[in-house]
């Protein structure tokens, strides 16, 4: 069974940075892609980043693209997101997911992840 573990969210600043991490365990790492969603109140869940299983190749939502960046140790089974200049509207539970299946491309659908983790709650006041 796999585990993720989210950690890093909190209380900031509007233009401030936060870095979330999530740490997996329970099956090979490297063999899917991760990706990071965010869920706000009163909104679906939405595709923030993906990285593919190498980390050669990641995907961006446009409303954070140029802000956040994902990444992942494989030797240490972690996906990072850094966040910089965080605004109003990324306010949002953050979730980890790791896709169910292999794939070639990296997956904007939250239904192409079968494993999430509890989620860490990022608020971004202005």
């Known amino acids: 069974q796999v585990q993720l573990v989210e950690s890093g969210g909190g209380l900031v600043q509007a233009g401030d940075s936060l870095r979330l991490s999530c740490a997996a365990s329970g099956r090979t790492f490297s063999d899917r892609t991760m990706a990071w969603f965010r869920q706000a109140p009163g909104k679906e869940r939405e595709f923030v980043a993906g990285i593919s299983r190498s980390g050669g190749t990641t995907y961006y939502a446009d409303s954070v693209k140029g802000r956040f960046t994902i990444s992942r140790d494989n030797a240490k089974n972690t996906v990072t997101l850094q966040m910089n200049s965080l605004k109003p509207e990324d306010t949002a539970v953050y979730y980890c997911?790791?896709?169910?299946?292999?794939?070639?491309?990296?997956?904007?659908?939250?239904?192409?992840?079968?494993?999430w983790g509890q989620g860490t709650q990022v608020t971004v006041s202005s």
């Open positions: 997911a790791r896709e169910a299946y292999a794939r070639t491309i990296v997956s904007t659908i939250a239904g192409s992840y079968g494993y």
